[in-house]
């Protein structure tokens, strides 16, 4: 199993310092709410609008204020694919890692992108420029291997493409 795929399933990051005026500003929408019941997903939207990912600490914030169980929380944030528990750069850079894309060289370029920016998967630059995570197929199969930056997408890329890829948001 690549390092690509192992962090996909554990997902969650410890030890992270939130802003505590993020805990604030959740604080106020949730107190829009006609009532907690029923709007999990719209204050895990939320959250994750604000924080930028929903690490553990926020998922137990956002149980308790609703007075719902985390393993509840958990096991919405893990079901729907556009909840992140992964932080993520400014420019957060995503590997297709589909069957496709894999058989392609799919972990070959992750583990380029690794050696160039030197963070592993899961984890962002000390700049927050960017961040490597990886996705289940994208759809585009004949594009494979496909690599995300943000909304642009990269088709066929190898690993001699990695460096310019990085420049053009450098
Ligand atoms: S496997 Fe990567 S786009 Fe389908």
């Given at each position: 199993m690549s390092s690509c795929q192992e962090k996909q399933?554990?997902?969650?990051?410890?030890?992270?310092?939130?802003p505590?005026?993020?805990?604030?500003?959740?604080?106020?929408?949730?107190?829009?709410?006609?009532?907690?019941?029923?709007?999990?997903?719209?204050?895990?939207?939320?959250a994750q609008s604000l924080f930028g990912y929903l690490p553990e600490e926020v998922q137990q914030y956002v149980?308790?204020?609703?007075n719902v169980p985390v393993v509840q929380v958990f096991g919405v944030v893990s079901f729907y694919t556009f909840f992140t528990m992964i932080p993520k750069g400014e420019y957060p850079i995503s590997v297709c890692m589909g069957?496709?894309?894999?058989?392609?060289?799919?972990g070959k370029v992750v583990d380029a992108l690794k050696q160039?920016?030197?963070?592993?998967?899961?984890e962002v630059t000390p700049?927050?420029?960017?961040?490597i995570d990886c996705l289940r197929c994208v759809g585009a199969c004949a594009l494979a291997p496909v690599v995300l930056v943000g909304e642009k997408v990269y088709a066929?890329?190898?690993?001699?493409?990695?460096?310019?890829?990085?420049?053009?948001?450098?």
């Open positions: 399933q554990c997902g969650s990051q410890q030890g992270s310092e939130l505590e005026h993020l805990f604030r500003e959740l604080d106020a929408f949730i107190d829009t709410l006609p009532t907690k019941e029923g709007h999990l997903i719209t204050v895990l939207h939320k149980a308790d204020a609703l069957t496709a894309c894999f058989v392609k060289g799919a160039q920016l030197q963070v592993d998967v899961g700049d927050g420029k960017f961040s066929n890329v190898t690993t001699d493409q990695v460096k310019d890829i990085i420049a053009d948001f450098a």
